[in-house]
Protein backbone atom coordinates (compact mmCIF):
# COMPACT_ATOMS: atom_id res chain seq x y z
CA UNK A 1 0.00 0.00 0.00
CA UNK A 2 2.51 2.67 1.14
CA UNK A 3 4.83 1.04 -1.96
CA UNK A 4 2.34 1.96 -4.25
CA UNK A 5 1.76 5.30 -2.93
CA UNK A 6 5.27 6.21 -3.23
CA UNK A 7 5.63 4.76 -6.52
CA UNK A 8 2.58 6.83 -7.63
CA UNK A 9 4.10 9.89 -6.04
CA UNK A 10 7.42 9.40 -7.62
CA UNK A 11 5.01 8.92 -11.22
CA UNK A 12 3.28 12.11 -10.53
CA UNK A 13 6.73 14.30 -9.48
CA UNK A 14 8.10 12.96 -12.93
CA UNK A 15 5.28 13.98 -15.00
CA UNK A 16 5.05 17.65 -13.27
CA UNK A 17 8.84 17.76 -13.82
CA UNK A 18 8.31 17.21 -17.45
CA UNK A 19 5.81 19.51 -17.48
CA UNK A 20 7.82 21.91 -16.04
CA UNK A 21 10.35 21.67 -18.32
CA UNK A 22 8.13 21.34 -21.79
CA UNK A 23 5.96 24.23 -20.68
CA UNK A 24 9.04 26.37 -19.60
CA UNK A 25 10.91 25.83 -23.79
CA UNK A 26 10.95 28.37 -25.39
CA UNK A 27 10.69 26.07 -28.61
CA UNK A 28 7.46 24.62 -29.81
CA UNK A 29 7.10 21.17 -28.91
CA UNK A 30 5.12 18.34 -30.35
CA UNK A 31 5.54 14.53 -29.83
CA UNK A 32 3.68 12.11 -32.21
CA UNK A 33 2.84 8.24 -31.81
CA UNK A 34 3.47 5.86 -34.76
CA UNK A 35 0.08 6.47 -36.13
CA UNK A 36 1.56 10.16 -36.77
CA UNK A 37 -1.39 11.70 -34.53
CA UNK A 38 0.22 14.03 -32.10
CA UNK A 39 0.28 13.30 -28.31
CA UNK A 40 2.31 16.00 -26.48
CA UNK A 41 2.08 19.68 -27.48
CA UNK A 42 4.21 22.02 -24.98
CA UNK A 43 2.71 25.62 -24.32
CA UNK A 44 5.05 27.20 -26.89
CA UNK A 45 3.30 25.19 -29.65
CA UNK A 46 0.55 26.24 -28.81
CA UNK A 47 0.89 30.27 -28.69
CA UNK A 48 2.76 29.65 -31.74
CA UNK A 49 0.12 27.88 -33.92
CA UNK A 50 -2.96 29.53 -31.57
CA UNK A 51 -4.22 25.99 -31.13
CA UNK A 52 -4.75 24.60 -27.62
CA UNK A 53 -3.09 21.58 -27.06
CA UNK A 54 -6.15 19.25 -26.36
CA UNK A 55 -7.58 20.16 -29.81
CA UNK A 56 -4.41 18.72 -31.26
CA UNK A 57 -4.68 15.53 -30.14
CA UNK A 58 -5.13 12.90 -31.69
CA UNK A 59 -5.24 14.65 -34.87
CA UNK A 60 -1.99 14.22 -37.09
CA UNK A 61 1.24 15.54 -37.24
CA UNK A 62 0.94 17.34 -40.80
CA UNK A 63 -2.49 18.28 -39.99
CA UNK A 64 -1.49 20.51 -37.07
CA UNK A 65 1.70 21.67 -38.26
CA UNK A 66 1.16 23.06 -42.01
CA UNK A 67 4.42 23.91 -43.30
CA UNK A 68 5.34 26.42 -46.45
CA UNK A 69 8.77 26.31 -48.03
CA UNK A 70 9.06 30.06 -49.46
CA UNK A 71 5.21 30.25 -50.47
CA UNK A 72 4.71 26.53 -51.58
CA UNK A 73 2.73 24.79 -49.00
CA UNK A 74 5.05 21.25 -48.09
CA UNK A 75 3.15 18.16 -49.11
CA UNK A 76 3.51 15.07 -46.68
CA UNK A 77 5.92 13.13 -48.88
CA UNK A 78 8.58 15.93 -48.56
CA UNK A 79 8.15 17.22 -44.85
CA UNK A 80 10.95 17.30 -42.62
CA UNK A 81 8.83 14.49 -40.54
CA UNK A 82 8.72 12.48 -43.36
CA UNK A 83 12.19 12.82 -44.42
CA UNK A 84 13.48 12.23 -40.49
CA UNK A 85 11.39 9.10 -40.99
CA UNK A 86 14.11 8.39 -43.30
CA UNK A 87 17.44 9.49 -41.70
CA UNK A 88 16.53 9.52 -37.74
CA UNK A 89 16.72 13.35 -37.89
CA UNK A 90 15.77 16.79 -40.23
CA UNK A 91 16.95 20.05 -39.92
CA UNK A 92 15.81 22.74 -41.16
CA UNK A 93 17.43 26.35 -41.06
CA UNK A 94 16.51 29.45 -41.42
CA UNK A 95 17.87 30.01 -45.01
CA UNK A 96 15.62 27.22 -45.81
CA UNK A 97 13.16 29.41 -45.62
CA UNK A 98 10.18 27.68 -43.83
CA UNK A 99 7.06 28.90 -42.39
CA UNK A 100 4.15 27.22 -40.02
CA UNK A 101 0.62 28.46 -40.29
CA UNK A 102 -1.33 29.18 -37.11
CA UNK A 103 -4.65 28.84 -36.93
CA UNK A 104 -5.35 32.17 -38.04
CA UNK A 105 -3.43 31.57 -41.43
CA UNK A 106 -0.47 33.46 -40.78
CA UNK A 107 2.91 32.21 -41.34
CA UNK A 108 5.31 32.23 -39.35
CA UNK A 109 9.25 32.22 -40.34
CA UNK A 110 10.79 29.12 -38.21
CA UNK A 111 13.54 26.82 -37.72
CA UNK A 112 12.91 23.15 -37.39
CA UNK A 113 14.25 20.17 -36.06
CA UNK A 114 12.11 17.23 -36.30
CA UNK A 115 13.69 13.47 -34.58
CA UNK A 116 12.60 10.00 -35.05
CA UNK A 117 13.32 7.69 -31.82
CA UNK A 118 14.37 4.75 -32.30
CA UNK A 119 15.29 1.38 -31.05
CA UNK A 120 14.22 0.14 -27.83
CA UNK A 121 14.63 2.96 -25.80
CA UNK A 122 11.78 4.52 -27.94
CA UNK A 123 8.52 4.66 -25.38
CA UNK A 124 5.44 3.02 -26.09
CA UNK A 125 3.26 5.18 -28.18
CA UNK A 126 5.75 7.40 -28.88
CA UNK A 127 7.27 7.78 -32.43
CA UNK A 128 8.71 11.13 -33.15
CA UNK A 129 9.51 14.83 -31.48
CA UNK A 130 9.13 18.20 -33.86
CA UNK A 131 10.91 21.38 -32.19
CA UNK A 132 10.58 24.48 -33.84
CA UNK A 133 11.03 28.30 -33.64
CA UNK A 134 9.75 31.50 -34.52
CA UNK A 135 13.14 33.19 -36.72
CA UNK A 136 11.17 35.89 -37.34
CA UNK A 137 13.49 38.72 -35.97
CA UNK A 138 16.72 36.71 -36.69
CA UNK A 139 15.60 36.15 -40.38
CA UNK A 140 15.13 40.19 -40.34
CA UNK A 141 18.78 40.70 -39.12
CA UNK A 142 19.93 37.84 -41.87
CA UNK A 143 18.20 40.09 -44.20
CA UNK A 144 19.57 43.18 -43.06
CA UNK A 145 23.30 41.99 -43.54
CA UNK A 146 23.01 40.51 -46.39
CA UNK A 147 21.37 44.07 -47.61
CA UNK A 148 23.56 45.55 -46.62
CA UNK A 149 26.40 43.43 -48.70
CA UNK A 150 24.36 43.85 -51.58
CA UNK A 151 24.02 47.42 -51.38
CA UNK A 152 27.62 48.00 -50.57
CA UNK A 153 29.20 45.87 -53.26
CA UNK A 154 26.87 48.02 -56.10
CA UNK A 155 28.32 50.75 -54.51
CA UNK A 156 31.92 49.31 -54.00
CA UNK A 157 31.77 48.42 -58.10
CA UNK A 158 32.24 51.61 -59.29
CA UNK A 159 35.49 53.42 -58.11
CA UNK A 160 36.66 49.81 -58.66
CA UNK A 161 35.52 50.38 -62.03
CA UNK A 162 37.43 53.35 -62.61
CA UNK A 163 40.52 52.22 -60.97
CA UNK A 164 40.06 49.36 -63.62
CA UNK A 165 39.34 51.24 -66.58
CA UNK A 166 42.44 53.95 -66.10
CA UNK A 167 44.63 51.34 -65.07
CA UNK A 168 43.85 49.60 -68.33
CA UNK A 169 44.23 52.64 -70.43
CA UNK A 170 47.78 53.86 -68.62
CA UNK A 171 49.00 50.28 -69.10
CA UNK A 172 48.05 50.36 -73.12
CA UNK A 173 50.23 53.74 -73.33
CA UNK A 174 47.12 55.86 -73.71
CA UNK A 175 48.98 58.20 -71.75
CA UNK A 176 52.43 57.79 -72.93
CA UNK A 177 54.83 55.34 -73.19
CA UNK A 178 56.09 53.80 -69.79
CA UNK A 179 58.52 52.28 -68.13
CA UNK A 180 59.45 48.93 -67.37
CA UNK A 181 59.14 49.59 -63.72
CA UNK A 182 55.95 51.48 -64.51
CA UNK A 183 54.75 49.22 -66.12
CA UNK A 184 55.13 46.69 -63.56
CA UNK A 185 53.51 48.16 -60.67
CA UNK A 186 50.80 49.07 -62.12
CA UNK A 187 50.37 45.76 -63.37
CA UNK A 188 50.57 44.87 -59.20
CA UNK A 189 47.88 48.14 -59.12
CA UNK A 190 45.32 46.24 -62.08
CA UNK A 191 45.58 42.49 -60.28
CA UNK A 192 44.81 43.84 -56.87
CA UNK A 193 42.14 46.08 -58.31
CA UNK A 194 40.98 42.50 -59.88
CA UNK A 195 41.51 40.56 -56.72
CA UNK A 196 38.74 42.91 -55.26
CA UNK A 197 36.15 42.78 -57.79
CA UNK A 198 36.49 39.02 -57.58
CA UNK A 199 35.91 39.93 -53.98
CA UNK A 200 32.87 42.09 -54.31
CA UNK A 201 31.22 39.44 -57.21
CA UNK A 202 31.34 36.54 -54.68
CA UNK A 203 29.77 38.82 -51.53
CA UNK A 204 27.16 39.61 -54.08
CA UNK A 205 26.42 35.71 -54.85
CA UNK A 206 26.87 34.94 -50.76
CA UNK A 207 24.42 37.62 -50.49
CA UNK A 208 21.98 36.49 -52.74
CA UNK A 209 22.58 32.94 -51.75
CA UNK A 210 21.27 33.76 -48.27
CA UNK A 211 18.44 36.13 -49.39
CA UNK A 212 17.13 33.62 -51.19
CA UNK A 213 16.51 35.91 -54.49
CA UNK A 214 18.64 33.77 -57.05
CA UNK A 215 17.35 32.01 -59.42
CA UNK A 216 17.79 28.88 -61.36
CA UNK A 217 16.49 28.09 -64.18
CA UNK A 218 17.21 25.42 -66.00
CA UNK A 219 17.24 24.87 -69.66
CA UNK A 220 18.65 21.48 -71.96
CA UNK A 221 22.23 21.65 -71.65
CA UNK A 222 25.51 20.17 -73.60
CA UNK A 223 27.55 19.76 -70.45
CA UNK A 224 30.00 18.63 -72.19
CA UNK A 225 30.31 21.25 -74.49
CA UNK A 226 30.16 23.53 -71.22
CA UNK A 227 32.77 21.32 -69.35
CA UNK A 228 35.08 21.76 -72.43
CA UNK A 229 34.88 25.39 -72.67
CA UNK A 230 35.54 25.74 -69.32
CA UNK A 231 38.76 23.56 -69.57
CA UNK A 232 39.44 25.61 -72.60
CA UNK A 233 39.39 28.48 -70.46
CA UNK A 234 42.31 27.79 -68.27
CA UNK A 235 44.01 25.77 -70.66
CA UNK A 236 47.01 28.65 -70.48
CA UNK A 237 47.47 28.35 -66.51
CA UNK A 238 47.39 24.68 -66.99
CA UNK A 239 50.29 25.06 -69.61
CA UNK A 240 52.01 27.40 -67.54
CA UNK A 241 52.22 25.11 -64.64
CA UNK A 242 53.02 22.16 -66.75
CA UNK A 243 50.37 20.20 -65.22
CA UNK A 244 48.97 16.94 -67.31
CA UNK A 245 45.10 17.12 -67.67
CA UNK A 246 43.69 13.91 -68.22
CA UNK A 247 39.94 14.38 -69.77
CA UNK A 248 37.47 10.76 -69.41
CA UNK A 249 34.17 12.21 -70.67
CA UNK A 250 31.08 9.65 -71.71
CA UNK A 251 30.26 9.70 -75.28
CA UNK A 252 26.18 9.28 -74.61
CA UNK A 253 25.66 12.00 -71.97
CA UNK A 254 22.23 13.27 -72.92
CA UNK A 255 21.03 16.90 -73.17
CA UNK A 256 20.73 18.10 -69.48
CA UNK A 257 18.33 20.47 -67.77
CA UNK A 258 20.95 22.47 -66.38
CA UNK A 259 21.13 26.37 -65.35
CA UNK A 260 23.91 26.69 -67.31
CA UNK A 261 25.46 29.88 -65.61
CA UNK A 262 25.13 28.07 -61.95
CA UNK A 263 26.38 24.61 -63.08
CA UNK A 264 29.13 26.30 -65.01
CA UNK A 265 30.48 28.00 -61.55
CA UNK A 266 30.51 25.03 -59.64
CA UNK A 267 32.49 23.03 -62.93
CA UNK A 268 34.88 26.19 -62.98
CA UNK A 269 35.34 26.84 -58.89
CA UNK A 270 36.44 22.83 -58.74
CA UNK A 271 38.71 23.08 -61.91
CA UNK A 272 40.17 26.81 -60.82
CA UNK A 273 41.06 24.91 -57.38
CA UNK A 274 42.67 21.91 -58.57
CA UNK A 275 44.97 24.05 -61.31
CA UNK A 276 45.50 26.45 -57.98
CA UNK A 277 46.30 23.83 -55.31
CA UNK A 278 48.32 21.37 -57.83
CA UNK A 279 52.34 21.82 -57.96
CA UNK A 280 54.37 22.38 -61.23
CA UNK A 281 54.01 19.54 -63.04
CA UNK A 282 50.93 17.74 -61.31
CA UNK A 283 47.70 15.88 -62.16
CA UNK A 284 44.40 16.64 -62.86
CA UNK A 285 42.15 14.33 -63.63
CA UNK A 286 38.14 15.18 -65.45
CA UNK A 287 35.44 12.58 -65.71
CA UNK A 288 32.00 13.61 -66.99
CA UNK A 289 28.97 10.81 -67.23
CA UNK A 290 25.93 9.63 -67.32
CA UNK A 291 24.73 6.65 -65.05
CA UNK A 292 21.60 4.82 -65.69
CA UNK A 293 19.95 2.04 -63.74
CA UNK A 294 22.08 2.90 -60.59
CA UNK A 295 25.65 1.85 -60.36
CA UNK A 296 28.49 2.97 -58.12
CA UNK A 297 30.27 6.18 -58.20
CA UNK A 298 33.06 7.61 -56.06
CA UNK A 299 31.86 4.44 -53.12
CA UNK A 300 28.98 5.61 -53.29
CA UNK A 301 25.79 3.87 -54.37
CA UNK A 302 23.13 5.91 -56.63
CA UNK A 303 20.19 5.71 -56.57
CA UNK A 304 18.72 6.73 -59.59
CA UNK A 305 19.85 7.95 -62.88
CA UNK A 306 22.50 10.22 -62.04
CA UNK A 307 25.00 12.51 -64.16
CA UNK A 308 28.04 12.85 -62.51
CA UNK A 309 31.56 14.38 -62.61
CA UNK A 310 34.38 14.57 -60.57
CA UNK A 311 37.58 16.62 -60.62
CA UNK A 312 40.81 14.91 -59.21
CA UNK A 313 43.89 16.63 -58.86
CA UNK A 314 47.48 15.55 -56.98
CA UNK A 315 47.72 18.99 -55.32
CA UNK A 316 48.18 20.48 -51.49
CA UNK A 317 45.00 17.88 -50.23
CA UNK A 318 42.78 19.18 -47.47
CA UNK A 319 44.18 18.35 -43.66
CA UNK A 320 41.96 16.03 -41.96
CA UNK A 321 41.77 18.25 -39.37
CA UNK A 322 39.58 20.86 -41.29
CA UNK A 323 37.79 18.59 -44.29
CA UNK A 324 34.59 19.14 -42.03
CA UNK A 325 35.25 23.00 -42.22
CA UNK A 326 36.50 23.37 -46.37
CA UNK A 327 32.34 24.34 -47.54
CA UNK A 328 32.05 26.54 -44.56
CA UNK A 329 32.08 30.54 -45.67
CA UNK A 330 35.28 32.21 -45.34
CA UNK A 331 36.92 29.29 -44.42
CA UNK A 332 40.30 28.55 -46.04
CA UNK A 333 42.24 25.71 -45.17
CA UNK A 334 45.80 25.88 -43.50
CA UNK A 335 47.67 25.16 -46.43
CA UNK A 336 46.15 26.39 -48.86
CA UNK A 337 46.75 29.60 -47.17
CA UNK A 338 50.18 29.27 -47.34
CA UNK A 339 50.11 28.10 -50.52
CA UNK A 340 48.54 30.48 -52.38
CA UNK A 341 47.67 33.82 -50.82
CA UNK A 342 44.66 34.95 -53.30
CA UNK A 343 41.50 32.84 -52.63
CA UNK A 344 38.59 34.19 -50.80
CA UNK A 345 36.97 31.52 -48.88
CA UNK A 346 33.66 31.89 -50.63
CA UNK A 347 33.76 29.97 -53.67
CA UNK A 348 33.46 26.53 -51.89
CA UNK A 349 30.48 27.69 -49.72
CA UNK A 350 28.71 29.07 -52.99
CA UNK A 351 28.77 25.92 -55.17
CA UNK A 352 28.01 23.92 -52.03
CA UNK A 353 24.72 25.90 -51.93
CA UNK A 354 23.93 25.99 -54.95
CA UNK A 355 24.39 22.35 -55.38
CA UNK A 356 21.90 22.14 -52.71
CA UNK A 357 19.14 24.32 -54.05
CA UNK A 358 19.44 22.33 -57.25
CA UNK A 359 18.84 19.10 -55.69
CA UNK A 360 22.50 17.73 -56.32
CA UNK A 361 24.60 16.31 -54.02
CA UNK A 362 28.83 17.48 -53.84
CA UNK A 363 31.60 15.61 -51.78
CA UNK A 364 35.15 15.11 -51.86
CA UNK A 365 38.04 12.68 -50.62
CA UNK A 366 41.46 14.38 -49.43
CA UNK A 367 44.61 13.46 -48.28
CA UNK A 368 47.42 16.28 -47.41
CA UNK A 369 49.56 16.23 -49.84
CA UNK A 370 48.73 13.37 -52.29
CA UNK A 371 45.62 15.54 -53.64
CA UNK A 372 42.03 15.81 -53.28
CA UNK A 373 38.96 14.55 -55.82
CA UNK A 374 35.43 16.55 -55.70
CA UNK A 375 32.60 14.79 -56.77
CA UNK A 376 28.89 16.43 -57.96
CA UNK A 377 25.86 14.58 -58.77
CA UNK A 378 22.49 15.58 -60.48
CA UNK A 379 19.44 13.41 -60.95
CA UNK A 380 19.95 12.54 -64.59
CA UNK A 381 16.26 14.61 -64.89
CA UNK A 382 17.67 17.68 -64.92
CA UNK A 383 18.76 20.82 -61.64
CA UNK A 384 15.89 21.50 -59.40
CA UNK A 385 13.74 24.84 -60.55
CA UNK A 386 13.50 27.89 -58.52
CA UNK A 387 11.76 30.86 -58.61
CA UNK A 388 13.79 34.13 -57.05
CA UNK A 389 14.84 37.62 -58.59
CA UNK A 390 18.02 37.77 -58.97
CA UNK A 391 20.60 35.67 -61.44
CA UNK A 392 23.52 34.83 -59.21
CA UNK A 393 26.85 36.03 -61.71
CA UNK B 1 35.18 64.30 -95.08
CA UNK B 2 34.31 60.85 -93.72
CA UNK B 3 30.73 60.33 -92.02
CA UNK B 4 31.84 59.65 -88.22
CA UNK B 5 29.35 57.40 -86.26
CA UNK B 6 28.11 59.52 -82.89
CA UNK B 7 27.74 57.43 -79.64
CA UNK B 8 26.26 59.02 -76.56
CA UNK B 9 27.00 57.49 -73.11
CA UNK B 10 24.95 58.28 -70.60
CA UNK B 11 26.75 57.84 -67.05
CA UNK B 12 26.27 59.79 -63.92
CA UNK B 13 30.50 59.22 -62.33
CA UNK B 14 32.30 61.66 -63.86
CA UNK B 15 35.68 59.50 -64.18
CA UNK B 16 33.97 56.57 -65.82
CA UNK B 17 32.00 58.98 -68.07
CA UNK B 18 35.80 60.84 -69.05
CA UNK B 19 37.23 57.47 -69.41
CA UNK B 20 34.03 56.13 -71.91
CA UNK B 21 34.30 59.23 -73.69
CA UNK B 22 38.04 59.40 -74.15
CA UNK B 23 38.41 55.67 -75.51
CA UNK B 24 35.35 56.01 -77.98
CA UNK B 25 36.55 59.16 -79.47
CA UNK B 26 40.28 57.68 -79.87
CA UNK B 27 38.57 55.19 -81.82
CA UNK B 28 36.97 57.75 -84.41
CA UNK B 29 33.44 57.95 -82.66
CA UNK B 30 32.33 60.97 -82.46
CA UNK B 31 30.35 61.08 -78.17
CA UNK B 32 28.41 62.91 -76.78
CA UNK B 33 27.74 62.84 -72.90
CA UNK B 34 25.01 62.94 -70.37
CA UNK B 35 24.84 62.71 -66.54
CA UNK B 36 21.55 61.40 -65.63
CA UNK B 37 18.45 60.39 -67.68
CA UNK B 38 16.26 63.15 -68.36
CA UNK B 39 19.33 65.12 -70.18
CA UNK B 40 20.10 61.32 -72.25
CA UNK B 41 16.77 61.63 -73.15
CA UNK B 42 16.73 64.88 -74.57
CA UNK B 43 20.29 64.30 -75.92
CA UNK B 44 19.40 60.94 -77.57
CA UNK B 45 15.94 62.70 -78.83
CA UNK B 46 17.90 65.48 -80.27
CA UNK B 47 21.19 64.73 -81.32
CA UNK B 48 19.86 60.52 -83.00
CA UNK B 49 23.08 58.84 -82.02
CA UNK B 50 23.88 55.72 -84.00
CA UNK B 51 24.24 53.85 -80.46
CA UNK B 52 24.04 54.63 -76.24
CA UNK B 53 25.70 53.18 -73.70
CA UNK B 54 23.80 53.28 -70.77
CA UNK B 55 23.92 53.31 -67.29
CA UNK B 56 20.81 52.26 -65.37
CA UNK B 57 21.69 54.31 -61.73
CA UNK B 58 21.54 57.67 -62.72
CA UNK B 59 19.79 60.87 -60.63
CA UNK B 60 16.73 62.71 -61.92
CA UNK B 61 15.77 59.53 -64.07
CA UNK B 62 17.12 56.38 -64.34
CA UNK B 63 18.34 54.35 -67.15
CA UNK B 64 15.47 51.88 -67.61
CA UNK B 65 13.01 54.89 -67.39
CA UNK B 66 14.73 56.57 -69.84
CA UNK B 67 14.98 53.39 -72.06
CA UNK B 68 11.11 52.77 -71.86
CA UNK B 69 11.05 56.85 -72.57
CA UNK B 70 13.08 56.52 -75.72
CA UNK B 71 11.09 53.22 -77.31
CA UNK B 72 7.84 55.09 -77.61
CA UNK B 73 9.38 57.74 -79.85
CA UNK B 74 9.36 56.99 -83.62
CA UNK B 75 13.21 56.80 -83.77
CA UNK B 76 14.15 55.89 -80.35
CA UNK B 77 12.62 52.80 -80.51
CA UNK B 78 15.21 51.30 -82.98
CA UNK B 79 18.27 52.83 -81.83
CA UNK B 80 21.14 50.02 -80.59
CA UNK B 81 21.77 50.15 -76.39
CA UNK B 82 24.38 49.02 -74.93
CA UNK B 83 23.52 48.61 -70.97
CA UNK B 84 26.59 49.19 -68.59
CA UNK B 85 25.85 49.18 -64.93
CA UNK B 86 27.25 47.91 -62.00
CA UNK B 87 24.06 46.57 -60.79
CA UNK B 88 23.02 43.39 -61.15
CA UNK B 89 20.40 41.97 -63.56
CA UNK B 90 17.05 41.69 -61.44
CA UNK B 91 15.56 39.62 -63.78
CA UNK B 92 13.13 42.00 -64.94
CA UNK B 93 16.03 43.34 -67.21
CA UNK B 94 16.77 40.34 -69.46
CA UNK B 95 13.10 40.30 -70.14
CA UNK B 96 13.48 43.71 -71.67
CA UNK B 97 16.34 42.97 -73.92
CA UNK B 98 16.11 42.42 -77.68
CA UNK B 99 17.57 43.08 -80.45
CA UNK B 100 17.87 46.98 -79.97
CA UNK B 101 18.68 46.74 -76.18
CA UNK B 102 21.93 44.07 -77.06
CA UNK B 103 23.89 44.00 -74.34
CA UNK B 104 23.90 43.82 -70.29
CA UNK B 105 27.38 44.46 -69.09
CA UNK B 106 28.62 44.80 -66.06
CA UNK B 107 31.19 47.48 -65.99
CA UNK B 108 33.54 45.84 -62.95
CA UNK B 109 33.68 42.92 -65.05
CA UNK B 110 34.73 44.15 -68.27
CA UNK B 111 37.50 46.06 -69.91
CA UNK B 112 36.93 49.41 -71.30
CA UNK B 113 38.49 47.86 -74.55
CA UNK B 114 36.01 45.44 -74.51
CA UNK B 115 33.33 47.97 -74.47
CA UNK B 116 34.86 49.81 -77.79
CA UNK B 117 35.08 46.27 -79.53
CA UNK B 118 31.65 45.85 -78.37
CA UNK B 119 30.66 49.05 -79.90
CA UNK B 120 32.83 49.28 -83.14
CA UNK B 121 30.99 44.93 -83.89
CA UNK B 122 27.73 46.36 -83.10
CA UNK B 123 27.84 49.45 -85.63
CA UNK B 124 30.15 47.02 -88.31
CA UNK B 125 33.17 49.34 -87.97
Known amino acids: MTDALTLEKELKD ?28 NQAASILLRVASQDAFGHDIHEVLRLYQSSTKVG ?79 QLRTPLSAISWYTEMLLAGDAGALTE ?69 APDIPPFLADEKLLRMVFQNLLSNAVKYTGIGGRVTLTLGAYKGGGMFSNRQLLEDTLAFSVTDSGIGIPQYQQTKIFSKLFRADNAKESETEGTGLGLYIIKSIVDHSGGRIWFNSEETKGTSFYVTFPLSGMKKKEGTRALG | ?34 KNG ?71 DIKIEAVVEKVKAKLGV
Open chain 1, 14 to 41: QKDKMDAILSSMSEGLIAFNGDMKVTIM
Open chain 1, 76 to 154: EAESPVTKAMESGVFNVRIVDDYYMEDKNGKKIPISLSAAILLGKSAPEGLKGVVMFKDVTADKAVDRAKSEFVSLASH
Open chain 1, 181 to 249: DQRKYLQEVYTGNQRMVDLVNALLNVSRLELGTFIIEPKPTDVLVMVKSVVGEMTSLITEKKITITESY
Open chain 2, 1 to 34: MENKKVILVVEDDTPLLNALKEKLSDAGFTVLGA
Open chain 2, 38 to 108: EDGLASALSGHPDLIVLDILMPKMDGLEMLKKMREDAWGKNVPVMILTNLSDDGSIAHQMTEETFDYIIKS
